[in-house]
């Protein structure tokens, strides 16, 4: 495995990362934070400009990548500096209408790659507790079309979104894989109620409840209830894309921490002098390079063929970044001592912002748990 990035990444990754640190500062990011719509459609449009959206695609998707390691260094940048724009709800809407089948929604794509359309994956059921495959949301047939009832949880982006792509089940109950389908809604399709709220890490969320939503025959994605497969596809490169975002988080957790400690005196000396803190933030430096070793590996794997290689090494960097980006949140917050947990300090942000990746798409012990049933299959 080569680690060396290309030329054209690392010009990526420069440019991102310079555009970050002069429009998307620590003040910057607060006041979009707290925003109406959490997050800048200038800032979007900065975003999609410079490439970073479309080198989560392939170019054949009308993107400039579409590696996992394309994704794993826009992620990485971006979790860095806690942009809260919409680019995984894009990844993951473009990913699940990998399927499309229409004129209309191969367009709709293609927008969404290029950042003129938002689009965002509404999976998640309630009581579903990470279970890809729990979906109790109903799709029915009628005369021309479909009619979809049921619930959606923590939908990101839900209320600035153009078109939700939903999943319901048509025929199967629990956790059957199979039975599975995918419908695009209009966010203006009578029957839709959207309830926002912010959410702990900044931005906004939605639950959306579908009550006899009426769509016609040509809003099934793919073919009807076959696509788990496709779901669970879009669902990995989020999980790739997150456990990227979180090492992006640690990594500025750690060097805020280095800043504090070489800059902070006590008894006419930096408390970084102190034997017993240096050996602490040895260990933190080492857990986060296992952690960047895993994420490596789940952007390796990202594409292969092979799905039990595939998931394992995905549920193993979610496991692994989620397990590291605890214990680099709570080592760091204790470190700056009383400061470390005030709303003034970005660390308390990044510590909150790494508690919350750890629980999105499945949290550390689902992902072992299911690293362990992958092993067994």
Sequence with gaps: MNFEPTDERRMLDDALRRLLSQHYDFAQRQRIAQSGEGHSMEMWRHLVD???????????????????FDIALVFEALGGAMVLEPLLAALMAAAVLAEAKTDVQRALRRDIVAGSTLAVLAHADPEARYEASHVTTRARPTDGGWQLDGLKCVVRHAEQADFFIVSARSSGCGDDPTGISLFVLPAATPGITLRGYPLADGGRGADIALEGVHLPADALVGTEGQ??????GALGAGVLALSAQALGAMESAKQLTLDYLRTRKQFGQSIGSNQALQHRMVDLWLGIEQARSAVINAANALQSADRVTRERALSAAKVTTGRVGTRVAEECIQMHGGIGMTWELPLSHLAKGLVLTNHMLGDEDHHLARYVALGCA
């Design 50 to 68: 410079l490439g970073a959206l479309g080198a989560l695609f392939a170019e054949a998707d009308g993107g400039l990548g579409g590696s996992g």
């Design 227 to 232: 696509a788990f497969p496709t779901i669970e």
